[in-house]
């Protein structure tokens, strides 16, 4: 929402707004909107509509999408995100596991 405005976003969200009844337009739209990280400009501009008595049922019904598709996007990015164990991570586990036990037949060794 914030910048330049975009061209693409406005003339898909005229057609969504001119052919309200096409499923079509309004999937072209969220797909763009998906696609650019647009999901915010276009959960404001369905929620603007749940005002409009005749178009109020559609726009739940997308914004419900568009939340959808947050989520969706959400949790991609989360699971892409996490880093990778290493593996100089699982040698230095298996070193420590490793020393610990012969420090430990050492000491039971001295003990006897």
Known sequence: MNGPPDPTLEALWKRVVDHWDDDQAHSSFLEYCTSNDRLVEAA?????????HARSEVAKKRLESVTVLAMARFDALRRTERPAPGRAGSYMLITFFVLATIGLLAYLASTR
Request: net charge positive; aromatic share 12%.
């Open 44 to 52: 404001v501009r369905y929620r603007g509509m749940v005002g409009d």
